[in-house]
Nanobody
Framework: VQLQAFGGGLVQAGGSLRLSCAAS????????MGWFRQTPGKEREFVAA????????VYADSVKGRFTISRDNAKNTVYLQMNSLKPEDTAVYYC??????????????????WGQGTEVTVSS
């Protein structure tokens, strides 16, 4: 199983980025997908998740209204559209896969496979 995240970069505050995560080696449409982020010295934190069908999405309060998670099961890819970026969004962003219930999608322990991370830097 391989999850490859890309699309990170340097952006000014207020700008936008779209992260992508391409999956291979698993039956993508059977997995819930999530995005997490981590900064040095801090624990990895939940950002957003989407159910296997795409019908259900869950967001951290800190990104609600600014970030949108989506997926294309035909392309085995999950996306994270990030708008109105803030310096506090600076982190390494990781995608991950899970098979769980909606109420557990925020829990890192529910996720089996992880991508390598893509770095997002938001300058003020």
């Amino acid at each position: 199983v391989q999850l490859q995240a890309f699309g990170g970069g340097l952006v000014q505050a207020g700008g936008s980025l779209r992260l992508s995560c391409a999956a291979s080696g698993l039956k993508f449409r059977a997995y819930d997908m999530g995005w997490f982020r981590q900064t040095p010295g801090k624990e990895r934190e939940f950002v957003a998740a989407i159910s296997e069908s795409g019908r259900t999405t869950v967001y951290a309060d800190s990104v609600k209204g600014r970030f949108t998670i989506s997926r294309d099961n035909a392309k085995n890819t999950v996306y994270l559209q990030m708008n109105s970026l803030k310096p506090e969004d600076t982190a390494v962003y990781y995608c991950a896969s899970a098979t769980t219930i909606t109420s557990a999608l925020r829990l890192m322990t529910m996720y089996h496979y992880w991508g390598q991370g893509t770095e997002v830097t938001v300058s003020s």
